[in-house]
């Protein structure tokens, strides 16, 4: 995977759109999720997504493979621009978040269900007093599937420690839905 | 065990409906897309355009100063051969560069008239060597022996350093009438391989008899210019060449010849 990346770096830096691309498509979506449970806010998370990709262009002559894979490198690009933002801003509150119709109706798929809507609610309330690093580790391994040992790269920590964060982010998580 | 499946089934569902939640818009990542390859485009792409504009730019300055350069040297080259420039300029080496050109591409009938030619010029330029160094020879000699003279009569601190300077510049004097030696037995030795390369052509007999006789005359004022200077030929190698000259010219210039000879043996 590495390897992958690392070769799509080379050809992005050359200028190839191909291997912009698909970057993009790799790293969007894990990126958007990251973003979105950081900041708790759909256009924080969009503003940022934007930013950092922008950002990959500008520092992609930078990136050196003998130091680390891309993966990596683009990960802490994000993690920055996060602490960036905090940096510069209040951090919106995620209780103060409110809903929009259209996000409802992307999660709820046309149906209403005010009790799913209500166990949202939680869950971003969970998420806003989750610790920063369990809340990468919810980001990365929840809601973008990623193996223990990617995320050991991104976040620059051991697997084991990984999993006892992870395992402990389930439990909360678990507690919420098992409260019906 | 159903508790369990009923827990993982949960598990799976509230991840999808999270994943779902935190899905990210698909026309924001459209447009997110655009901006992106955009921006490849107009700086990275560009850039190696940029890049491939400064290499042409590179090209072409590269090309003129090439040019530029030939230009310079073959007017430098044609100046040099034209001037017939003397041992020591700066255009000399051009020159004889010239003249090797000159007689690779010349036709084999013209070979002979420019062998003569290029040994004339060595002559001259031997000529004009020993004019121009003839006083620096004396003057060596007299250092020397001011330099003796001076170390006999004086031995205070003053005197030796002095003495060592004189004599620094003594050894520099020597060095140079040496290099003027190496010099000049190197232009006498390309002088007579030219006269050689002259006398093995009419040996082929495949010039025109008057021509011949033209060569054999400018061959023989060459040789004779020869020895007027100080040459180190041995004995020897000085017969077997006027002997070779008298076998192939002695027919068209006989009177003159003996006329040479009678003179020569009077010199030696």
Redesign the interface.
Known sequence: MTDRFNKLARR??????RA??EI?NNF??QI??FF??RTGS?ET??DL??EV??K???K?KTFNESLGSFSGWFWQIAKNSVKDYYRKKKAVALSDMLMKNK?NS??L?GKNDPK?AL??EE?KDLIKDLKEEEQEVF?LR??SDMSYRQIAKIMRKSETSLRVLAHRV?KR??KV??ND | MINFLKRKIKEYLWRKMMKRYFKPNEDFLNSCRNAFINKICREISSAGESRFYLFVMWLKFSLAIFLGLAFLGSGAAVYADKANVDCGHPLYNLKRAVEAVRIELAVSEQLPVLHTQLAQRRLDEIKKIELETALTAEEVTTKIEDILDTATTTESTTTTTKKITTQKKTEEKIEEEKNRQELMANLRNQMRQEVSSVIEQIEKKQIGIDSIKELCQSVSQIMKGDEETDGDETEESHTQRWSRFQRNCGEFMQVELKNNQNINNGQR
């Open positions: 992005l830096r050359k200028g190839d759109r912009g691309e993009f969007s979506r958007f999720r979105m449970v759909r998370a969009e997504t934007q990709f922008l990959l262009i500008d992609i996000e992307d999660f798929e799913a166990k949202i869950i980001s929840y809601l389930n998580i678990r839905f098992n």
